[in-house]
């Protein structure tokens, strides 16, 4: 508490009153502006160093400011493989992804693949091979995005099905009755 009050006394250049210094009998501190007695310490406190402010900048008008940034840019991105609801059989192993995306994607801006909600790939390829793909239903989205991760456009979801062997081990013998 009693830091707080230094700093707070050290900071207010307003405060014209004096400020004195005293310690008490258990050799504590005490800055007041009321000396408590004829031992109290009166300070001589240095004045705040300033800085004066920059100059305001012009006042800017809402044709130069649509001017100077570049026209915002939207990607209509479609999955055309896999269709949707397709099942993957037994036999393969990976998926392919391949996208149409209009316009085309400007050379600072990344497509970013998910399945599940989970990051596949970012790449600016318009296609991606997914190994090993686990069986199960699963939803695929493919987003664009610019150099700050900004969303420029999203495909609609596409679900896929993935079949795989199951392979079920033999039942515990059953127990004979004794």
């Avoid at 001589?44 to 800085?51: A, K, S």
Wanted: proline share 11%.
């Amino acid at each position: 508490m009693r830091i707080f009050l230094l700093c707070l006394l050290l900071l207010a250049p307003w405060v014209a009153a004096d400020i004195y210094k005293t310690v008490d009998k258990d050799g504590r501190v005490i800055y007041t502006d009321k000396p408590k007695d004829e031992k109290a310490q009166k300070l001589e406190l240095r004045d705040i160093n300033t800085t004066p402010s920059p100059p305001s900048l012009p006042e800017s008008t809402a044709v130069d400011s649509f001017q100077s940034q570049p026209a915002a840019i939207s990607y209509k991105i479609n999955i055309i493989s896999p269709r949707q609801d397709v099942i993957i059989p037994i036999g393969q192993r990976d998926l392919a992804i391949a996208i149409n995306v209009a316009p085309a994607l400007r050379g600072d801006h990344l497509l970013v693949y998910f399945m599940d909600g989970e990051l596949l790939e970012e790449t600016t390829a318009n296609n991606i091979i997914v190994k090993d793909v686990p069986r199960g239903t699963h939803t695929i989205v493919v987003e664009a995005i610019d150099p700050g991760g900004q969303s420029l456009g999203t495909s609609a979801p596409v679900s896929v099905s993935v079949m795989r062997p199951v392979i079920k081990k033999p039942a515990p013998p059953a127990p004979t009755p004794r």
